[in-house]
């Protein structure tokens, strides 16, 4: 049974900060991994998505690392602001029948200005 | 293109009573999950569609719970004799299925408290 952890669960930075999210799952057996933003009481966004076959993607300041034999993948953020606070989620699409997305539960991500 | 749309956002019933919620994909969108959130928890997978048929159920959809996806378009979950337990943020989404890896496009979710 494919588990995601996400650590921390909670972390405060001042804003312009760079920081990292990281997330680790127990099947390497992956299609993909995707990293969400939710803020409170919303839906989730989509922000990145990393292939299997792939070892990163970058869209603006946010880049996800993928080392699926390790089963780990981070968010690097940088120079963080305080419109960045929201939780953060990764999820990952596990081979093998299940077309589901396996969630983490999330880091809660505060900037301060 | 409008988003995903959930309605009620939210909802209050007493325990025992039935509740059903509507979610409307993205016009053209072939894919439709529910999944199911509860405080500091990530989304749970509850089941999906493929146009009109529903493909997979999670062991969390009991006999209380049913969806259903007329036509393949908008979709509806409906759970009866509502308990406690049930309280949670109910979240759809869709997506244009591309293939396992498709993005997908979430609703802003329908918050069910059990009384």
């Known amino acids: 049974k494919q588990e995601v952890t996400q650590i921390p669960a909670a972390l405060s930075v001042p804003e312009g900060e760079n920081l990292v999210l990281n997330c680790s799952f127990t099947?390497?057996?992956?299609?993909?991994l995707q990293w969400f933003r939710q803020d409170p009481g919303k839906g989730l966004t989509s922000l990145l998505l990393?292939?299997?076959?792939?070892r990163e993607q970058t869209s603006g300041r946010l880049n996800a690392s993928l080392d699926k034999s390790s089963g780990r993948s981070t968010l690097y953020i940088a120079a963080s602001q305080p419109g960045d606070s929201a939780t953060y989620l990764c999820a990952v699409r596990t081979q093998g029948g299940s077309e589901k997305l396996v969630f983490g539960k999330g880091t809660k991500l505060t900037v301060n200005p | 293109d409008t988003g995903v749309s959930q309605n009620p956002r939210h909802k209050i019933t007493k325990r025992g009573q039935n509740v059903t919620f509507r979610c409307d994909p993205i016009s053209e969108h072939n894919r439709l999950y529910w999944y199911r959130q509860t405080l500091g928890q990530g989304p749970e997978f509850l089941t999906y569609f493929q146009n009109e048929a529903q493909l997979e159920k999670s062991r969390l959809l009991s006999d209380r719970f049913s969806a259903e996806r007329p036509k393949g378009s908008f979709s509806t979950l409906e759970i009866q004799r509502t308990e406690q337990g049930d309280s949670a943020m109910y979240l759809c989404?869709?997506?244009?299925?591309?293939?396992?890896?498709?993005?997908?496009?979430f609703g802003s979710g329908t918050q069910l408290s059990v009384l």
């Open positions: 989404a869709s997506s244009p299925w591309t293939g396992l890896n498709e993005k997908l496009f």
């Open positions: 099947d390497s057996a992956i299609y993909n």
């Open positions: 990393i292939q299997s076959s792939q």
